[in-house]
């Protein structure tokens, strides 16, 4: 149990042009999402906090212009990176908390994400 | 503000060589404790959730203890495919928010 997907796993794309990052929770329902991004040997920045039908709420230096996030049912969030540039590549990780029980204090991961814009 | 420090930041073992590694955290009241392996280029994989000081939970040859200041994660006989980075977050009580803050983990290599 406890299963999060991303996709793409890689995605490489042209300076200037928007990515798409999908986050599902395959066998339960998350009702808040989350978007890391992870630089080499670093560990994990939190970028925003979504709940499911309500509006992305962002940490302090991130640009919610740049970095859109959708959650909009209880197992799909979503983030698009617009306009993105060389300093967007990243590793991109979500994550997702459950209802209740088992699945509502703890954070499950996706694989993540490698993001290169050249 | 939460703070989570990790130690050591790197740990060399030889296969069997049981060892610790040490998450120390303040927080102004702990709503969990969490432990998680990281793989290069892969997401962090769940391991442990611990809520109160005297805590313990086992996975095969891991185990997790928490006190009211630190945890621990005793390695049993390790093998090789434990190698991995560990990483340690924290949940703070009160709030609506379900923020972690990570500790920067401890990479545990271990040879055959």
């Known amino acids: 149990g406890a299963v999060v997907s991303q996709h793409p796993s890689w995605v490489i794309c042209k300076s200037g042009t928007s990515v798409k990052i999908e986050c599902r929770s395959l066998?339960?329902?998350?009702?808040?999402m989350f978007w890391y991004r992870q630089f080499p040997k670093q560990s994990l920045m939190l970028m925003a906090t979504?709940?499911?039908?309500?509006?992305?709420?962002?940490e302090q230096g991130v640009e919610k212009d740049k970095f859109l996030i959708n959650h909009a049912s209880l197992t799909l969030s979503t983030l698009t990176v617009t306009s993105a540039h060389p300093e967007d590549s990243s590793f991109y990780i979500c994550?997702?908390?459950?209802?209740?029980?088992?699945?509502?204090?703890?954070?499950?991961f996706g694989p993540g994400t490698r993001l290169l814009v050249l | 503000e939460d703070q989570v420090t990790q130690s050591p930041e790197a740990l060399r073992l030889q296969e069997g060589e049981s060892s610790s590694l040490n998450c120390s955290y303040t927080?102004?009241?702990?709503?969990?404790l969490f432990w998680y392996r990281q793989d290069p280029g892969k997401g962090p994989e769940f391991l442990f959730t611990?809520?109160?000081a005297g805590e313990e939970k086992e996975k095969e040859r891991l185990k997790a203890t928490l006190t009211k200041k630190e945890s621990f994660l005793h390695i049993t006989a390790p093998k090789p495919e434990d190698s991995a980075t560990y990483l340690c977050?924290?949940?703070?009580?009160?709030?609506?928010?379900?923020?972690?803050?990570f500790g920067k983990g401890t990479l545990l290599t271990v040879n055959p």
């Open positions: 927080v102004s009241g702990l709503r969990g």
């Open positions: 994550s997702a908390k459950g209802i209740a029980g088992l699945y509502q204090e703890t954070q499950y």
């Open positions: 611990l809520y109160s």
């Open positions: 979504s709940n499911e039908g309500s509006k992305a709420t962002y």
């Open positions: 977050a924290v949940l703070a009580a009160g709030g609506s928010n379900y923020k972690l803050t």
């Open positions: 066998d339960f329902q998350a009702t808040t």
